[in-house]
């Protein structure tokens, strides 16, 4: 049996290696365009600013050791330009000629593709995606530009950016959304925008480039911006067109349509890792979620479908993805999982968010850091749509137990039923996961109402009546605007002044005293509400200029 894969990164050397280690006797053959295989992507931006100094670390394995290995026959500089389905053959350009070869299974791992906007003068930009545009970026960094500018304020760009502002050059991020990092809802995006702000990268949102000229780069409302070097990381788009010319199924969006054993419309065709479709969590329906880990994942899934591996139940099948990611941010790490509160209002779900602000460890020991947190619940059933985290050390395992519980059934609630591991400078007796559990577990006792920071200018105008329960130094040093302060401590003694005809939304510094404080009122029969994440999460968008 003869086993040809296109594309010799992630999902395809994934299939590559396991198919070896389950069966001695298939041959296999990996076919790459470029000129490197099995390198790690993830760690490109990293080697620009030498924080991974030796380039070699990046290249994980070679045709050479493959071979030597796993007796894998790996050949570079080979581009697919042809598939016959009915022959089964494909056809491929090589460094010596064009031939043909045979195949009983083809895997399809071609990856995705860099979106570059079609503007004047945009050839002068580069890209990130492969070791050539790293050696390429490497080497215009090497001149000294004084001035860069990255074009698209995703994870990517993020973390270009990120490393480009290591070697002191000033950086100017662009990006055509009102936020970065568009997975995050926006006030969580504020915090990242604040931090890279203060670093000193600026930051302009709702803008798009119209033209990239030697020296510059025009916005759409004509601003000029200084460049010496520009980066394009908007986005990339499934590399899709082979499967599509040879008549494979491809979706809405590009990406190559695959069942639960990733298999394409021709039984005897795969594809895998960033040009096939995924399965979303909540819905099941195709999503593209480019993401190494659910590449290496697709491919080994082909391998034991190919070598006939069986589960537990049957024929492996590909499960659904929340697309938890994670990026580090000079030193603030924002994570992700699942649907944010955007998604889910568009699916028309009755939506519950809860925004926290604990500390990653007990305060007491040295180095505690807060980590802001929002979990996004579906009202009643208390479904856990998705989370997100933006913090310091230990934000990414907050959200990875998130992800463990969504992909485990697990409702908000049952947040507050795990066991976490628990010394001071790892986490507290209360953890933030089981702060969240709590939190879930007073809305649907009916304990606490809660009203975002979005409302606010709505209920203030239908004459709600806000009041501060943080201390009047705090209350002194920033409140929102029409705010009334009782301080917590002084608040059963003033009872009085809080009136009783109107609802009443209470917030302190992130929500803990508020909580306290709504009790005392709800008890005394006053209509009351806890603005949920409090000053610091309302503070931050308004900081942003995403606030009304």
């Known amino acids: 049996m003869r086993v040809v894969i296109v594309g010799g990164v992630a999902g395809g050397m994934s299939a590559a290696t396991r198919l070896r280690r389950l069966d001695e006797k298939v041959e296999i053959i990996v076919l790459e365009r470029g000129e490197h295989v099995s390198f790690a992507n993830c760690g490109l931006p990293y080697h620009v600013s030498g924080v991974i100094p030796n380039r070699e670390q990046l290249l994980l394995q070679t045709p050479e050791s493959l071979g030597t290995r796993f007796r894998i026959d790996v050949r570079i500089r080979h581009e697919v330009t042809h598939i016959d389905r009915d022959a089964k053959q494909v056809e491929v350009t090589t460094p010596d000629g064009t031939e043909l070869i045979d195949y009983d299974h083809l895997i399809l791992a071609p990856g995705a593709s ?88 600026a930051v302009v949102t709702s803008a798009s480039a119209t033209e990239v000229t030697p020296d510059e780069v025009r916005l759409d409302d004509g601003t000029l911006l200084p460049a010496d070097l520009v980066v394009v990381s908007i986005g990339v788009r499934p590399d899709s067109g082979l499967a599509a010319e040879a008549g494979l199924a491809v979706g809405e969006r590009g990406g190559i349509r695959v069942d639960e054993s990733q298999r394409t419309s021709d039984p005897a065709i795969f594809a895998v890792g960033d040009a096939a479709e995924k399965r979303d969590v909540h819905t099941g329906e195709p999503v593209m979620v480019p993401l190494a880990n659910a590449a290496n994942r697709d491919g080994r899934l082909v391998a034991d479908v190919i070598a006939g591996l069986e589960g537990p139940n049957g024929p492996r099948r590909s499960g659904r993805v929340t697309g938890t990611a994670v990026v580090g941010v000079l030193g603030l790490t924002a994570a992700t999982t699942g649907w944010n509160e955007r998604r889910a209002r568009a699916e028309g779900l009755d ?198």
């Not at 795990?418 to 709590?438: C, E, H, R, V, W």
């Not at 806000?466 to 002084?490: C, H, Q, Y």
């Open 351 to 548: 939506v519950e968010a809860i925004h926290t602000h604990p500390f990653n460890h007990a305060t007491y020991h040295p180095g505690a850091e807060v980590i802001s947190l929002k979990l996004v619940i579906e009202r009643g059933s208390q479904r856990i749509l998705g989370a997100q985290a933006v913090g310091g050390a230990g934000t990414d395992k907050r959200i990875d137990v998130i992800a463990t519980a969504i992909k485990g059934g697990l409702s908000a609630p049952d947040l507050a039923e795990i066991d976490l591991a628990y010394a001071p400078q790892f986490g507290s007796a209360k953890d933030p996961i089981t702060m969240l559990g709590f939190v879930a577990d007073n809305i649907r006792s009916g304990l606490i109402r809660m009203r975002q920071f979005h409302e606010i200018g709505a209920l203030k105008a239908a004459g709600a009546h806000i009041l501060d329960v943080r201390t009047e130094g705090e209350f002194s040093a920033g409140a929102i605007p029409g705010a009334v302060n009782i301080p917590l401590d002084e608040l059963r003694e003033r009872l009085s002044e809080v009136p009783t005809d109107r609802e009443v939304v209470v917030y302190c510094g992130v929500g803990i005293r508020a909580h306290s404080a709504v009790q005392i009122l709800r008890q005394a029969g006053v209509e009351v509400s806890n603005l949920d994440g409090g000053w610091r999460t309302w503070q931050a968008v308004q900081r942003s200029g995403m606030g009304s």
């Open 114 to 201: 860099p979106v570059i906007p079609p503007i004047p003068g945009i050839e002068r930009a580069l890209t990130l995606r492969n070791i050539r545009d790293m050696d390429e970026l490497v080497a215009a960094v090497a001149t000294k530009p004084r001035h860069a500018v990255v074009l698209g304020g995703g994870f990517i760009g993020v973390e270009v950016a990120e490393n480009l502002h290591r070697l002191g050059i000033r950086v100017t991020i662009v990006e055509l959304a009102p936020q970065v990092l568009t997975p995050l809802d926006e006030e969580m995006a504020a915090i990242v925008q604040a931090h890279l702000e203060d670093a000193g990268i």
